[in-house]
């Protein structure tokens, strides 16, 4: 090798290692993430959940509130046929069974137990038979209410993903708080907020969350309150762990010696650096809270009806199982609160190994 060509080579592995000293911790993080081909599935599914969730009111085919008690708990791929009716709060079905005869004042028809009636057509939606009269088409076939299934696992996707996520928040707040206080000033304070901390841990999580609610009352908001109030414990104790190691490091004893306050030390310079547990933890957290949302609903104290949520669905619908009929009324929202904590479970998965230093390459 001639010394022209040394020395280009040492230049190229020189800036090399510059472009990658320039990368941050989340870089790397990004790309082990990356690599991992089930946390990237369980990525695109939460993904897609949000999508679904975002967008439900274009993707769901029906209001997953209107109800036509004619059909009542029809199977898959059941096909109705209805006259769309104004209503105070919107349209109404009419189950029919054929139309019989349509005037220039009236449409006559044969009702769902068989009689002919007729109705005016200023009652109907609009003057053109494509918009009154249609024939609707369930996926996934119908609650005993006569409520599409489909239509409500889609708009049930908006609480459970915005109950997670908000109850989680909250038991991020507090338990950083908490945590970080724990951790830095240690002594009298960490004896406090651990004395505190294992009153909560000492009670199951459920049982506390049932107690919540009922204080609370029932309802939406009450429900991401009760869970994000007894979540917090786990992250607590996670970033007192990271702010023990962490004080004594070089760096912030230089920013002590500084004259730094603790409320910029603790926020600025100590936990930037434990975000990876954090989000581990916090990822794990939302699955919990998805479930605990789920099993609020499921015994009537979370989400109240008619508002589709999975947990009420699964609850409506477990009966019938018991009776052997009807399996999808159960079987479908089963499905979906496991799909969506296993592909939260799969990112936990991704992100623990992302961070995890002995991984980087």
Not at 109 to 125: D, H, K, Q, V, W
Not at 132 to 142: C, S, V
Not at 162 to 187: D, H, K, N, P, W
Not at 267 to 281: A, D, E
Request: proline share 3%; net charge positive; hydrophobic share 45%.
């Amino acid at each position: 090798m001639s010394k022209k060509d040394f020395f280009e080579d040492r230049d190229k592995f020189t800036e090399a290692e510059k472009q990658r000293a320039s990368h941050s911790l989340w870089y790397y993080s990004w790309i082990r993430f990356k690599r991992n081909k089930l946390a990237m599935a369980g990525f695109i599914i939460i993904i897609l959940l949000i999508f679904i969730a975002i967008f439900a009111g274009i993707l769901a085919p029906y209001n997953p509130i209107d109800q036509t008690l004619e059909y009542t708990t029809k199977p898959s791929g059941f096909k109705g046929n209805v006259l769309v009716k104004n209503a105070l709060d919107g349209t109404d079905f009419i189950a029919i069974k054929g139309i019989s005869k349509v005037t220039a004042d009236s449409v006559i028809f044969i009702n769902y137990s068989g009689t002919e009636e007729s109705i005016a057509r200023t009652e109907l939606i609009s003057r053109n038979e494509s918009d009154w009269h249609r024939e609707p088409e369930y996926l996934l076939g119908t609650d005993r209410y006569g409520r599409d299934i489909l239509s409500r696992l889609i708009y049930g996707s908006r609480i459970s993903l915005s109950v997670g996520v908000i109850s989680e928040s909250i038991a991020i707040f507090i338990g950083v708080i908490l945590g970080a206080l724990a951790g830095y000033f240690r002594g009298k304070t960490d004896a406090l907020i651990m004395w505190f901390i294992n009153v909560i841990w000492a009670f199951p999580s459920i049982l506390f969350i049932i107690a919540l609610s009922v204080v609370l009352g029932k309802g939406f908001w009450q429900s991401f309150v009760a869970i994000g109030l007894t979540g917090w414990v786990e992250i607590a104790r996670i970033v007192r762990g990271q702010f023990f190691s962490l004080r004594e490091t070089e760096y912030v004893e230089a920013t002590r010696a500084l004259g730094y306050k603790p409320t910029r030390i603790i926020f600025k310079h100590m936990l930037p650096n434990s975000f990876g547990p954090i989000i581990v933890t916090s990822t794990a957290g939302l699955a919990t809270a998805i479930i605990f949302e789920a099993s609020l609903s499921f015994l009537g104290l979370g989400v109240q009806p008619p508002t589709a949520s999975w947990g009420q669905m699964v609850f409506d619908g477990y009966k019938y199982i018991v009776a052997g009929t009807n399996y999808g009324l159960a079987l479908y929202p089963s499905l979906a609160i496991m799909i969506t904590v296993f592909a939260v479970n799969l990112i936990g998965d991704g992100l623990r190994d992302a961070f995890d230093p002995k991984m980087r390459r």
